[in-house]
């Protein structure tokens, strides 16, 4: 079985530009979560969405926002980007039901 | 606030060694613990997961050891090996109900096991 894809595997953007990461769940998973890892640091939660709405948001700024897609598959968004934001975002589906989270292998995001 | 701490930051084992990694919360509420596995340019992988009802749970060559009333769980990998060598992160959440599952992280373990 496929696990959780994610899209593109690496990317580099200048600050101030805006970026649009995407993930595709295991199949019958209908939960994505989105979590941001900075380099030598644990992962940290910035949103999940279930049955295409939102239903938990981390501390960060409004310059991210996410959605999901009838298929379940979600987008992450961050508009006018700073160098904080250089990261590997990580994408996690699970079933919803207080299950076990499955990370896909991340997207590398470079701001110069 | 960090709510889930986690030690040692680093940890050098000898290949059949028990390497040990410790984490503590604060958070009362919380009632999922995984742990996962992360090799360099991948995503965590995870391992193994316990919930407060039980005390212990193994899978393979990993233990979670958990201690309810010391808010602390700790992971065991048993006759480890050069592949073990990772970085090694556990978690907590409160499941709130579907779609409600945000994990805390700990600040993650890098172990390297030594043939």
């Known amino acids: 079985d496929a696990g959780v894809t994610q899209s593109p595997t690496h990317l580099i953007k200048t600050r101030g530009q805006q970026v649009t990461l995407r993930c595709s769940p295991i199949?019958?998973?209908?939960?994505v979560s989105w979590y941001q890892q900075v380099l030598g640091q644990g992962p940290q939660f910035i949103f999940q969405y279930y049955e295409k709405e939102e239903r938990g948001r981390g501390n960060f700024p409004d310059r991210f926002s996410a959605r999901q897609f009838p298929n379940y598959s979600s987008e992450l968004n961050v508009n006018a980007l700073l160098l904080g934001d250089s990261a590997l975002y990580l994408c996690a589906s699970s079933l919803g039901s207080g299950s076990e989270q499955y990370f896909g292998p991340g997207t590398r995001l470079t701001v110069t | 606030q960090q709510q889930v701490k986690q030690s040692p930051q680093s940890l050098i084992v000898q290949k059949g060694g028990i390497p040990i990694i410790n984490c503590a919360y604060e958070?009362?509420?919380?009632?999922?613990f995984p742990w996962y596995q992360q090799f360099p340019g991948k995503g965590p992988a995870l391992l193994i997961a316990i919930r407060p009802d039980v005390s212990e749970k193994k899978e393979g060559r990993f233990t979670i050891s958990f201690n309810k009333s010391a808010k602390q769980f700790s992971l065991h990998i048993m006759d480890s090996q050069p592949g073990d060598s990772a970085t090694y992160f556990c978690a907590a959440s409160k499941i709130r109900g579907f779609g409600n599952e945000k994990l805390t992280f700990g600040t993650g373990t890098r172990l390297t096991i030594i043939p």
């Open positions: 199949s019958g998973h209908k939960s």
């Open positions: 958070n009362t509420a919380f009632d999922y």
